[in-house]
């Protein structure tokens, strides 16, 4: 009986790595085929379009002034969306955790809010580079409000 089960269960997995290799590498039998024939194979391969994601280009005050007035309607229409603003470096810091981020200044006197831009470690070079006043032009995601705007996935463009 036990024999008979286990000759039963080798049947099974044998066939399904047949048929693994029958549905999951159309590629090895397009080649023989190919090689069999002399002619090159064509393969449809589909032209994957990625939709681009619209960025939003907006002034360092009106980012801050939305943020000001309405935290909550300017989550709604900035929060999590890419954004592009240009502004005059305020600050260039390493946070708490040793994350670099830029501060956007701002032309409002005494202005609480600036745009606070978070950059990966791979952007360390360019931000040695920069200094305060210089007029630097951002691309990154809105987090919200946090004594400032937080900039995500910043990424200098010049």
């Known amino acids: 009986m036990l024999k008979k089960i286990l000759i ?32 090159p194979v064509k393969t449809a391969t589909p032209e994957v379009k990625q939709p681009k994601e619209e960025v939003i280009t907006v002034g360092v005050e009106e980012l801050c002034n939305s943020y000001e007035k309405n935290e ?22 390493k946070g708490l955790l040793d994350e670099l981020y830029v501060t956007i200044e ?12 978070f950059f990966d470690d791979e952007h360390e070079d360019r931000l040695a580079n920069l200094n305060k006043g210089q007029t630097v032009t951002i691309i990154g995601r ?12 910043a990424q200098l463009v010049n």
């Open 106 to 117: 701002r032309q409002k006197d005494f202005a609480i809010c600036n745009p606070q831009c």
């Open 8 to 39: 039963g269960v080798a049947v099974v997995f044998v066939g399904l790595m047949v048929l693994g290799m029958i549905i999951g590498d159309d590629t090895k039998t397009a080649s023989v085929e190919s090689a069999a024939s002399n002619e």
């Open 142 to 153: 809105v987090d919200g409000l946090f004594m400032n705007v937080i900039i995500k996935e």
């Open 72 to 93: 909550v309607a300017a989550d709604k229409k900035y929060k999590g969306k890419l954004v592009k603003i240009t502004g005059k470096v305020d600050d260039i810091k």
